[in-house]
C-alpha cells in the first residue's frame, strides 16, 4: 500500500500490529491542557506504542507523553496522523480517533450542549 492510499483510508490496519489514522482537529481551543491529559491517559491504557505527527512535520511524537503533547501546541485545524504499533494498536487507534472527533469529550464534563 503506497503512503497515498493509506492517507486516504481512515484507519489502515497491517499484519504486524502496526494501525495509523489520521484527524482534523476540531476542538475549539486544540489540545491545552486537559484535553492533552485525556489524550495522553486513554493512548497509556492500551499495551502498544502510540505516536502522533502534527501536519506533515515528519517529526512522530510520543502520544503517552504529557510534556510531548503540550509542547507540541496543536491547534485547532492541526492534522494530526496518530499511528500505534502493537497489541491492540488497532483498538487505540480507533479510540483516539473517537476521543478528537468527539472533542475529547469537554462539553458534556462541563454540562454544555453541543
Known amino acids: 500500500m503506497d503512503n497515498r ?18 484527524i482534523e482537529v476540531t476542538h475549539g ?3 491545552h491542557a ?7 491517559r486513554l493512548a497509556k491504557s492500551f499495551p502498544c506504542t502510540v ?4 501536519n506533515d512535520s515528519h517529526v512522530w511524537l510520543n502520544g503517552k507523553s504529557i510534556v510531548k ?4 501546541r496543536i491547534r485547532t485545524g492541526s492534522m494530526l ?20 472527533e468527539r472533542d475529547f469529550d469537554e462539553e ?7
Do not use: N
Request: glycine letters at 8%; charged letters at 30%.
Open 81 to 100: 496522523k496518530i499511528r500505534a504499533r502493537g497489541l491492540r494498536a488497532a483498538e487505540a487507534i480507533h479510540a483516539l480517533k473517537a476521543l478528537v
Open 108 to 114: 458534556k464534563k462541563h454540562g454544555r450542549s453541543a
Open 69 to 72: 503533547i503540550m509542547g507540541a
Open 5 to 22: 492510499s493509506r492517507r486516504d483510508t481512515p484507519e489502515a490496519v497491517d499484519t504486524h500490529g502496526y494501525c495509523q489514522a489520521e
Open 34 to 40: 486537559r484535553p492533552s491529559v485525556i489524550f495522553t
Open 51 to 54: 505516536e502522533i505527527e502534527v
Open 29 to 31: 481551543f486544540g489540545l
